[in-house]
């Protein structure tokens, strides 16, 4: 079982960005992107649940970022849009087979297999 983030780098304010994470030897159940950026404790981004799809998003990044994934890839992606230096962190992305209830989907301690984390760093 392996997840493998990419799609980090170094962007400009303003500039935009589109993560990517292949899963391999696990199906994408209910999905989510984390963030830890440098002195601070890892904070959902963004989530979609399996099965409605509902989505949820950190108030920091509504309007800005999207979350999707690609089924018959196998792959989920977070486009990030109108970046600032607040979001200057290490992304992680993470999924669980089964559903989500709404409310815990933004919850860390639901998922069970993360990736290896990809460094977003917004800087002029």
């Known amino acids: 079982v392996q997840l493998q983030a990419s799609g980090g780098g170094l962007v400009q304010p303003g500039g935009s960005l589109r993560l990517s994470c292949k899963l391999s030897?696990?199906?994408?159940?209910?999905i989510a992107w984390f963030r830890q950026a440098p002195g601070k404790e890892r904070e959902g981004v963004s989530c979609q649940r399996r099965g409605d799809g509902a989505t949820r998003y950190h108030d920091s990044v509504k309007g800005r970022f999207t979350i999707s994934r690609d089924n018959a890839e196998n792959t989920m992606y977070l486009q990030m849009n109108s970046l600032t230096p607040d979001d200057t962190a290490v992304y992680y992305c993470?999924?669980?087979?089964?559903?989500?209830?709404?409310?815990?989907?933004?919850?860390?301690?639901?998922?069970?297999?993360w990736g290896q984390g990809t460094l977003v760093t917004v800087s002029s």
């Open positions: 993470a999924t669980r087979p089964g559903n989500i209830i709404t409310g815990r989907c933004l919850d860390q301690t639901v998922y069970d297999t």
């Open positions: 030897g696990v199906t994408a159940g209910s």
